[in-house]
Nanobody, 117 residues
């Protein structure tokens, strides 16, 4: 199984970015797909998750600024980020749970998001 994240970059405060993550290698597809982030010197934290059926969950700090979506047929999860703040600067990682065993969580390589003030 492989997860390939893309879409990060440098943006000014108040700007937007759209992250994408393509998961491949499972003929069964994937369970819950999520985005996490890790800022320098901080622990990795959950940003948003979406179940296979579409139920979404967001961290409190998202404050309705981000939107997570997925295309099951493509094994792809997206994170639309708006009204970005400097404190959103981090490496963003995507993850996907195995359909057969939800204790198995696959990870992508991360994509850097930098928000300048």
């Amino acid at each position: 199984v492989q997860l390939q994240a893309s879409g990060g970059g440098l943006v000014q405060a108040g700007g937007s970015l759209r992250l994408s993550c393509v998961a491949s290698g499972s003929i069964f597809g994937f369970g819950t797909m999520s985005w996490y982030r890790q800022a320098p010197g901080k622990q990795r934290e959950l940003v948003a998750s979406i179940r296979r059926g579409g139920t979404r969950n967001y961290a409190d700090f998202v404050e309705d600024r981000f939107f997570i979506s997925r295309e099951n047929a493509k094994g792809t999860v997206y994170l639309e980020m708006n009204s970005l703040k400097p404190e959103d600067t981090a490496v963003y990682y995507c993850s996907a749970l195995s359909v057969l065993n939800d204790r198995i969580n696959y990870w992508g390589q991360g994509t850097q998001v930098t928000v300048s003030s």
